[in-house]
């Protein structure tokens, strides 16, 4: 590759905060609004123009269970808030009503119905979206839009700037604490955190609304990355993407269109007035860069009792499994005062099935926006205390505790 040298130039500083979170997903809102509960001065800065990442932009409206699938709620605090939150006008789909009337409950509780229908919900995503933003800036938080973070300044293993790019122009935002929510682990790379790429690149997805028999549905193409899926809907194409190279994930944002139109057509020769109404405005990936954390969680740690515990999740795909999620999956030893959250945390490409999830990304949030206004190091967090704030805030650590 060919480079240019850049003339030198000086930053101006544009804001100053305790906490930046980079990212406005599903790990970015919880990381900013537990801080902001606890005093934190939390900015946040996000590429699009709302909130929500692939829970909304990407109409991933899905939210996946907040259960073990045996009747046990695994995941509570903010990723309970924001399931309820995400479902104020409703649930989406007829099917999700007697799973809600199951779990929205907390007396004459129907264990039996708990156990048959987990603790998820199809919402909509524009409703959600609108009130994230609602619930923060309530919550003072500083939400700038259209801005990505490009480059992070680093003096004595912390970041002092990070480095944006908006419609203002270019500028430096000064910071106590930094947590990466971008879903691709940009600021961890940036700063010279280590990390990693997913082998297991993204196949192609096209979930998109149209509209259909007087109704708007959401049409789930490429819905599960299993080549076996008996119902065909896995495999809408042989290609595979990495989610962090530009041209080729645009490719794969024009790909996901080509094949809408397809369907449409396909669907408009049944029923003629079938018509797409909002389609994912980002990209449908599930994996692509990560942090490799002080620790690296796998799959075999199910039913684990971990010490350093900042929440639970189940398995979105299977009924019994629990895991404790440790805090040393948010932070590396080489830039102390970064945090991860959301599908960027450190695991395994097996354990990423389970931590990419909507539930997963809302305990991490959490669990990293309560430690950066605790601190201005993770790496020596005293972890017991984060811990007691965690549970004074709903959160359930332990399987023993259910
Ligand atoms: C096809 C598909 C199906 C899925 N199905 C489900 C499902 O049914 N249920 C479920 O629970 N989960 C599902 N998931 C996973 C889930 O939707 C996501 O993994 C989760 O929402 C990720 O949240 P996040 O906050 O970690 O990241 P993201 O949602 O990716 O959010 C990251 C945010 O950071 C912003 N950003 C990125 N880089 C920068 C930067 N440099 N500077 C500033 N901002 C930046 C982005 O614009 C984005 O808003 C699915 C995913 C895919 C792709």
Same mark, same amino acid.
């Given at each position: 590759?060919?480079?240019?040298?850049?003339?030198?130039?000086?930053?101006?500083?544009?804001?100053?905060?305790?906490?930046?979170?980079?990212?406005?997903?599903? %790990?970015?809102?919880?990381?900013?609004? =537990?801080?902001?509960?606890?005093? =934190?001065?939390?900015?946040?800065?996000?590429?699009?123009?709302?909130?929500?990442?692939?829970?909304?932009?990407?109409?991933?409206?899905?939210?996946?269970?907040?259960?073990?699938?045996?009747?046990?709620?695994?995941?509570?605090?903010?990723?309970?808030?924001?399931?309820?939150?995400?479902?104020?006008?409703?649930?989406?789909?007829?099917?999700?009503?007697?799973?809600?009337?199951?779990?929205?409950?907390?007396?004459?509780?129907?264990?039996?119905?708990?156990?048959?229908?987990?603790?998820?919900?199809?919402?909509?995503?524009?409703?959600?979206?609108?009130?994230?933003?609602?619930?923060?800036?309530?919550?003072?938080?500083?939400?700038?839009?259209?801005?990505?973070?490009?480059?992070?300044?680093?003096?004595?293993?912390?970041?002092?700037?990070?480095?944006?790019?908006?419609?203002?122009?270019?500028?430096?935002?000064?910071?106590?604490?930094?947590?990466?929510?971008?879903?691709?682990?940009?600021?961890?790379?940036?700063?010279?955190?280590?990390?990693?790429?997913?082998?297991?690149?993204?196949?192609?997805?096209?979930?998109?609304?149209?509209?259909?028999?007087?109704?708007?549905?959401?049409?789930?193409?490429?819905?599960?990355?299993?080549?076996?899926?008996?119902?065909?809907?896995?495999? &809408?194409?042989?290609?595979?993407?990495?989610?962090?190279?530009?041209?080729?994930?645009?490719?794969?944002?024009?790909?996901?269109?080509?094949?809408?139109?397809?369907?449409?057509?396909?669907?408009?020769?049944?029923?003629?007035?079938?018509?797409?109404?909002?389609?994912?405005? &980002?990209?449908?990936?599930?994996?692509?860069?990560? &942090?490799?954390?002080?620790?690296?969680?796998?799959?075999?740690?199910?039913?684990?009792?971990?010490?350093?515990? &900042?929440?639970?999740?189940?398995?979105?795909?299977?009924?019994?499994?629990?895991?404790?999620?440790?805090?040393?999956?948010?932070?590396?030893?080489?830039?102390?005062?970064?945090?991860?959250?959301?599908?960027?945390?450190?695991?395994?490409?097996?354990?990423?099935?389970?931590?990419?999830?909507?539930?997963?990304?809302?305990?991490?949030?959490?669990? %990293?926006?309560?430690?950066?206004?605790?601190?201005?190091?993770?790496?020596?967090?005293?972890?017991?205390?984060?811990?007691?704030?965690?549970?004074?805030?709903?959160?359930?650590?332990?399987?023993?505790?259910?």
């Amino acid at each position: 590759m060919n480079f240019i040298t850049e003339k030198e130039r000086n930053t101006p500083i544009s804001d100053k905060c305790d906490l930046l979170v980079a990212g406005g997903g599903i %790990a970015g809102i919880s990381a900013a609004l =537990a801080a902001a509960r606890e005093g =934190a001065r939390v900015t946040l800065i996000e590429r699009e123009y709302m909130l929500g990442g692939l829970a909304t932009l990407g109409l991933i409206a899905i939210y996946l269970p907040l259960c073990d699938g045996v009747g046990r709620q695994v995941s509570f605090g903010i990723a309970e808030e924001l399931l309820r939150l995400s479902i104020h006008f409703g649930v989406d789909r007829d099917e999700d009503v007697p799973a809600m009337k199951a779990w929205l409950t907390d007396e004459n509780i129907d264990v039996e119905a708990r156990k048959k229908y987990r603790y998820a919900a199809q919402y909509n995503p524009h409703t959600f979206a609108a009130e994230c933003e609602q619930l923060l800036t309530k919550h003072g938080v500083k939400i700038i839009y259209g801005t990505v973070a490009v480059d992070a300044n680093v003096e004595g293993g912390k970041i002092t700037h990070v480095m944006i790019e908006n419609k203002s122009g270019r500028s430096a935002i000064e910071v106590k604490t930094v947590i990466d929510a971008t879903g691709d682990a940009d600021i961890c790379k940036l700063s010279g955190a280590k990390t990693a790429l997913f082998d297991k690149k993204n196949m192609l997805a096209n979930w998109y609304y149209y509209f259909k028999n007087g109704k708007v549905n959401l049409r789930l193409l490429g819905a599960l990355d299993d080549p076996d899926d008996p119902d065909g809907s896995a495999q &809408i194409s042989e290609r595979r993407f990495t989610g962090v190279d530009a041209v080729d994930t645009s490719e794969m944002m024009m790909l996901a269109r080509a094949d809408m139109l397809k369907d449409v057509t396909r669907q408009r020769k049944e029923n003629p007035e079938c018509v797409p109404v909002c389609l994912p405005t &980002i990209p449908q990936v599930r994996t692509t860069r990560r &942090i490799i954390g002080k620790h690296v969680s796998n799959y075999g740690e199910e039913h684990t009792y971990t010490e350093t515990s &900042i929440g639970m999740v189940g398995d979105w795909r299977k009924r019994g499994p629990v895991f404790e999620l440790p805090f040393e999956i948010l932070y590396g030893e080489e830039v102390k005062n970064l945090a991860v959250a959301g599908r960027c945390v450190s695991t395994d490409e097996e354990m990423a099935e389970v931590t990419r999830v909507i539930p997963s990304c809302a305990v991490t949030g959490q669990a %990293a926006g309560t430690a950066a206004a605790m601190c201005d190091d993770f790496t020596t967090l005293d972890v017991k205390k984060l811990q007691e704030k965690l549970v004074a805030n709903g959160v359930k650590l332990h399987e023993t505790d259910l």
